[in-house]
């Protein structure tokens, strides 16, 4: 049996299970919408027009699949090794479950791991509270100088500098109604902003004796582009931005009017 | 033949409309120009670069403009996708994986620049020949769906997400309807559109509208890219050196059948629900290999081999944009993110469709083509040294390009957590060998499933009997009991039996 697709099998068979689970949740939620009685906003129904039918009809369908799918999966090789002792009633002798190999984080896992801890701050705790240019700043940085190399200093040191400034505003201001506000977890940001280009940069430079072009200009780049599409968000296709009371987006915003605008209005 | 000439009529009035404003040549060739680069640089592509710009044009500017930005930048990245291809081995895009073939033996030869003309002319053509396919179909089948009732909506719907995931998947075909169904289930969330009854929000309002599409198709497309993108870190390849790009007509000729055949293909498969230029690619290569007179050379550097895949691929897009007319559904993942677009503007395909539009849809396929042929023959060479942006440099530009489109469309801070969730969801999904597509087409077409169903019940009093006495219902069941029932190891072990094997 070739390893990988033992091993594409056996993420199956918990993909299964957890489908299955999942299914068999959401038919248990189906089984509390009205099912005989659908009388609503004046119109007259029954069972065939219940907000529950095609619910009921598509979880069912997933929970059938779903045990295909085990089967499938069971049947190519792809039960765990534990289950397997567990079910041949070894579980808890010599070779037990507590035996078992962990599998190791590959190098590819971990930059993964990084990479998602990254995007969560960045969308989770940032984007919300901390002014656009800023923050898309910081992580557009941390991005190109953390996973531009193989390193996995770099893509710690470029996590730690998102992450920080990410903690420090959830717990700051962690209520909706304080995200628009103007206050220090952007003035926090841009600090981290500039530690990580200066800390990115000297450690790039002492692992591989020079700095590529790639990251010189990425702290630039950084800067330019999350403004220059701000600006055309903003101004150009009248969209919304993202925290519209942050420290650059306020000044851009005031000059447009205030500064710019009278010019072409030749006022 | 009244309606064809009136048809045509309305086709050259929007031609012109488009050939004497000056705004569309700007968003025309900027347009194809991006989706080149977006297709040339692996890590990024069709479906990506009109989702991105679906969210960065929103509903804010007149469909009208923002259709040619978006058809441009399809069809672009289609073709861009042929430069790695051919140079460095590395399809840029999914659909042009085929084009590598024989487009790097042809480089190892030395005929790189043959190649990219070649490719060049052949997406052209493929584009032109989607053009007018989709003008000659689109009539006939709007006439046809006017016929089409609830209960042939409901089964069109069901037959989509299953074709799709049935072509889709990669693995095992049971992952695909697995992943169209739970498109479907996401679909669900919200308040049911017949009764209005609040379905699976856990009390979150947002939730009351249910999962909006802009922030699903960044979550499908954008996030698992940039995630994988970054796991990988920078694609690098020797540029080889690239002579003579612009082919000579006999050369053109020579391949005339194969660009004939493989357009016909490419619209044929782009017609199919979901299925996307991909298949098309590697569907035309393999019958043109196996209707080749020297199918020894074919993946040696064979340029029928490269011109079967590439106008498959941009033939493609007319063909795809044929059921999201007719139906509203959408026949490729990047169609699917143009009913997005479409969606977000309120316009509904479909029978109702303003035939103005349909016809300036067509006419912006046909400008796109030309502007293939003279970015592709003027500006190659720059493309070309776009291929030495590393991934790890833009990857993270498309992350807060997806971060500013998903949150301005309209949800906000909301929008952009769905999106996470969705990505990472995706991501995983994807290592598991889920196919995306048909999730995102069961999102999309779960809303018309689930109140066509519904209403076709209601209006037959609960009677089932209208799915096999209704002509197009009963041939669309048919053809669902046939797919379904064709995944079975018993019946596929009868299959066999009934058709016997060539010795």
Same mark, same amino acid.
């Given at each position: 049996m070739d390893p990988d697709k033992t091993a594409l099998r056996r993420g199956d068979f918990w993909t299964a299970l957890f489908l299955i689970a999942l299914s068999i949740f959401f038919l248990a939620r189906t089984a509390?919408?009205?099912?005989?009685? #659908?009388? @609503?906003a004046g119109v007259e129904g029954d069972w065939y027009n219940s907000a529950a039918l095609v619910p009921f009809l598509i979880f069912g369908a997933l929970l059938v699949l779903a045990v295909g799918l085990m089967v499938v999966a069971v049947r190519d090789g792809g039960l765990p090794e534990g289950l397997r002792r567990v079910i041949a009633g070894?579980?808890?002798?010599?070779?037990? #479950?507590? @035996?078992l190999p962990r599998p190791a984080l590959t190098a590819g896992s971990q930059r993964i791991v990084m990479v998602s801890v990254i995007l969560l701050a960045y969308i989770v705790?940032?984007?919300?509270?901390?002014d656009f240019v800023v923050s898309s700043a910081l992580v557009i940085t941390a991005l190109i100088l953390g996973f531009h190399a193989s390193r996995p200093r770099a893509a710690a040191i470029a996590a730690a500098a998102v992450v920080l400034p990410a903690a420090y505003a959830m717990v700051a201001?962690?209520?909706?109604?304080?995200?628009?506000a103007p206050h220090d977890d952007d003035w926090v940001t841009l600090a981290c902003f500039a530690l990580l280009v200066v800390v990115g940069l000297v450690e790039a430079k002492l692992a591989e004796g020079r700095i590529d072009r790639a990251r010189l200009s990425a702290p630039v780049m950084a800067l330019v582009v999350p403004f220059l599409l701000v600006c055309a968000m903003a101004f150009g296709f009248r969209q919304n931005v993202p925290n519209s009371g942050g420290l650059i987006f306020t000044q851009v915003q005031y000059h447009y009017y205030v500064t710019l605008r009278p010019l072409w209005q030749g006022s | 033949m009244e309606g064809a000439l009136a048809n045509a009529g309305l086709f050259f009035a929007a031609l012109g409309d488009l050939a004497t404003d000056p705004a569309a040549y700007a968003y025309l060739l900027l347009s194809v120009a991006l989706g080149i680069v977006f297709g040339a640089?692996?890590?990024?592509t069709a479906t990506l670069a009109v989702t991105i710009l679906t969210g960065f044009f929103?509903?804010?500017?007149p469909v009208e403009q923002s259709l040619i930005a978006l058809i441009g930048v399809y069809a672009g990245a289609i073709y861009g996708g042929s430069y790695p291809s051919i140079l460095?081995?590395?399809?840029?895009t999914a659909a042009s994986a085929a084009t590598a073939m024989d487009g790097h033996p042809l480089t190892r030869q030395g005929k790189g620049g043959q190649a990219l003309g070649l490719t060049t002319t052949a997406s052209f053509l493929g584009t032109v020949v989607g053009a007018i396919c989709l003008l000659a179909f689109v009539w006939v089948l709007l006439a046809l769906a006017r016929q089409i009732a609830s209960p042939e909506k409901a089964l069109l719907a069901l037959f989509g997400i299953l074709v799709s995931g049935t072509l889709m998947?990669?693995?095992?075909?049971i992952k695909g309807w697995i992943s169209g169904l739970v498109g479907l289930a996401m679909a669900?969330?919200?308040?049911?559109?017949?009764?209005?009854e609040d379905r699976?929000?856990?009390?979150?309002?947002?939730l009351l509208s249910g999962f909006q599409v802009v922030p699903v198709l960044m979550g499908a497309f954008a996030i698992p890219q940039i995630l994988d993108g970054l796991r990988v870190g920078p694609i690098t390849g020797h540029l080889p050196q690239v002579g003579r790009i612009v082919p000579g007509l006999a050369s053109i000729r020579r391949h005339g059948g194969t660009v004939a055949r493989s357009g016909a293909i490419g619209v044929g498969i782009g017609a199919?629900?979901?299925?996307g230029e991909d298949v098309a690619g590697w569907v035309s290569y393999g019958v043109g290999r196996n209707l080749?007179?020297?199918?020894?050379r074919f993946g040696q550097g064979s340029f029928d081999g490269l011109l079967s895949s590439e106008t498959a691929n941009n033939a493609c897009i007319g063909g795809a944009l044929i059921p999201l007319l007719?139906?509203?559904?959408?026949?490729?993942p990047p169609a699917a993110a143009l009913l997005g677009a479409l969606m977000i503007n309120n316009v509904t395909p479909g029978p109702t469709i303003d035939p103005g539009l349909v016809m300036r849809i067509v006419a912006i396929l046909v400008m796109c083509s030309l502007a293939i042929l003279l970015l592709g023959f003027v500006f190659a060479r720059v493309f070309v040294s776009?291929?030495?942006?590393?991934?790890t440099l833009f990857l993270p530009i498309i992350l807060v390009l997806t971060t500013i489109g998903s949150f301005s469309v309209?949800?906000?801070?909301n929008d952009l957590y769905i999106m996470l969730v969705i990505g990472l969801v995706v991501y995983a999904a994807g290592k598991a060998h889920f196919p995306i597509a048909p999730l995102v087409i069961g999102v999309i077409l779960g809303g018309l499933f689930d109140e066509s169903l519904r209403r076709a019940l209601l209006v037959s009093d609960g009677s089932l009997a209208m799915f096999v006495t209704r002509p197009v219902s009963l041939v669309l069941l048919v053809l669902i009991a046939m797919l379904v029932l064709g995944q079975l190891p018993a019946f596929r072990r009868l299959g066999a039996k009934l058709v016997p094997r060539r010795a």
């Open positions: 509390t919408l009205p099912w005989v009685d #659908v009388s @609503s070894r579980a808890f002798g010599g070779r037990g #479950v507590w @035996s705790a940032l984007v919300p509270r901390v201001n962690f209520p909706s109604s304080a995200w628009q | 640089l692996p890590g990024l929103g509903n804010k500017v460095l081995n590395i399809p840029g998947s990669k693995d095992l075909v669900m969330v919200g308040l049911d559109p017949i009764l209005s699976f929000t856990f009390g979150w309002s947002y199919l629900p979901g299925v080749s007179r020297e199918p020894e007719v139906l509203g559904i959408p026949g490729s776009a291929l030495k942006l590393p991934q309209g949800g906000g801070i």
